[in-house]
């Protein structure tokens, strides 16, 4: 309907005293502003970024789930090198204080995060401490941000940051697949997204800061990665070392021919081999265009002039070179060095509907459940055939029932069926029986909106005061993991953050 349509008949003269939209007391349930905050840890800089999330219910299609229809930043904190200590250490005091500035400059407290993730990237999630960092700003930053190291979600952060995703969903035919490259300075991550959709990730050590120099350049640090192509050119790469700059210009040449080895899809060198994190990828369909991110990228696209004591100039220059002469067209992404932190802020939520059950107040957050699928083999829904669904998924998983907290996805084509849904409860009792005699909170996720008429049948069903979540209204797969956040109380809706793992055959 166009909003500037008026019915002349019914105007009023009082007509401007009468109640906004979003003032009426219906509109809190059908609408969510979420405070969500990306924190990016990486082993050459780190970097807040603040969103606003607005989401509203799918009410025209009968479904009570949320979708975000508008997504805001709100502040973004200044880029600072990621502080280290004597024997690579990230200097954990250092990070927290710049967090709390950053909490501070944007005026926003702590307890007033909704949602987000903290993502502790490349070479920096190698280090010692990196588990003890995740855990600190998971504490600090907010009641629900989820923490991570993992490089195929890196890539989805930074290819949805750098605006690919939404690109190749606009319909435009020569457009529809594209790559982004994200260069930081311990790692590369690649990501192909095709009609608006991520189809394809791959990560390996490429980065500015596998050799970093002092003022005087003498090289203070070296990573695997730097070391293992400089053994590659016959050099051996030594602390106090003073590199000539035709040594700098190959290491970084040599860097840049890895990468795009990967980027052209091609059968891999042995160097390129030694360097891989993750599988090399595998799409082999056309790629419409390529875009890069990550902090060298402020020099592929002559952004950034500025030395930070790395190769980041160097190699910069050499991806733009080969760039240029690729057969897939070069473009300018939404984002360049922040675009990890905005994938973080605003593209890892999504939200339950409103028609859930939670046992006790007090369940909530629980993160880092992993996702379980089980698979019925036929239409008919009894406590036999869900019973054996779910044992099936679980050894399919190499999981022990009860050992620990998991997240039930479950696809429900059936309706509100009382018979069907009896077969089910009865046939998840039986096959719960650890999980429910040891009190592990079970996490049912539906994908059709039952989730708090299932909740409350089992509730009548499970031991007094038994943890129990049943939601719905979210799309989860298999190899997916999920944190889930406090209700927010007016909407009756819960925040999820899903962290995939892509597979490929």
Not at 278 to 302: A, D, H, I, R
Not at 440 to 451: E, I, Q, R, S, T
Request: glycine fraction near 8%.
């Amino acid at each position: 309907m166009n909003d500037t349509f008026h019915d002349h008949d019914h105007e009023h003269e009082d007509h401007a005293e009468m109640p906004l939209e979003e003032d009426h007391p219906l509109w809190a349930k059908e609408r969510i502003e979420l405070r969500s905050v990306g924190i990016d840890i990486g082993s050459s800089t780190s970097h807040l970024m603040f969103s606003r999330l607005v989401l509203r219910r799918l009410g025209m299609a009968l479904s009570s789930k949320f979708i975000v229809v508008s997504r805001e930043v709100t502040y973004e904190s200044p880029i600072m090198l990621t502080p280290f200590l004597p024997g690579n250490i990230i200097d954990i005091q250092a990070l927290s204080l710049f967090v709390d500035q950053s909490y501070h400059q944007a005026g926003i407290a702590p307890d007033k995060i909704d949602t987000g993730a903290v993502i502790i990237t490349g070479d920096a999630a190698r280090k010692d401490n990196a588990e003890a960092i995740a855990n600190m700003f998971s504490r600090q930053a907010g009641k629900f941000v989820c923490a991570t190291a993992g490089p195929n979600l890196e890539a989805q952060m930074a290819v949805f940051g750098s605006g690919v995703v939404d690109k190749t969903g606009e319909g435009n035919e020569a457009e529809d697949t594209g790559m982004n490259v994200d260069v930081g300075g311990g790692t590369a991550k690649l990501a192909i997204a095709q009609r608006g959709a991520i189809v394809d990730t791959s990560a390996m050590n490429v980065g500015a800061r596998l050799v970093v120099f002092d003022e005087h350049g003498c090289i203070v640090k070296t990573e695997e990665a730097g070391r293992i192509i400089a053994e590659d050119m016959g050099v051996e790469l030594k602390v106090g070392q003073v590199l000539k700059q035709e040594t700098k210009q190959e290491i970084a040449s040599r860097l840049a021919d890895c990468l795009f080895n990967v980027v052209s899809r091609k059968p891999l060198t042995r160097l390129t081999q030694k360097l891989m994190i993750t599988s090399p990828l595998s799409f082999n369909g056309k790629v419409g265009f390529m875009t890069f991110s990550g902090g060298v990228s402020e020099y592929v696209y002559s952004k950034e002039s500025q030395v930070f004591g790395d190769l980041g100039p160097l190699l910069g220059a050499e991806i733009r070179k080969r760039a240029s002469q690729f057969p897939v067209p070069m473009q300018e992404p939404a984002c360049r060095i922040r675009a990890t932190v905005i994938g973080a802020s605003q593209y890892t939520v999504q939200v339950s509907g409103n028609t859930i059950f939670i046992s006790e107040p007090g369940l909530l957050p629980l993160r880092n459940l992993q996702v379980v699928t089980p698979h019925w083999v036929d239409d008919t829904v009894t406590k036999e055939s869900v019973a054996q669904a779910f044992g099936e998924a679980f050894r399919r998983y190499d999981l022990e029932e009860g050992d620990k907290p998991v997240a039930l996805a479950l696809h429900w084509p059936w309706g509100p069926s009382y018979p069907l849904l009896q077969g089910f409860a009865q046939g998840l009792l039986e096959a719960m029986k650890s999980t429910i005699a040891r009190r592990v909170p079970m996490v049912l996720v539906f994908d059709a909106d039952l989730g708090k008429l299932i909740g409350n049948n089992l509730a009548q069903e499970l031991p007094a005061k038994y943890p129990l979540l049943s939601i719905d209204g979210v799309d989860l797969k298999d190899f997916d993991f999920i944190d889930i956040g406090e209700e927010i109380t007016e909407a009756q809706a819960v925040p999820v953050v899903i962290k995939s793992l892509i597979f490929r055959c």
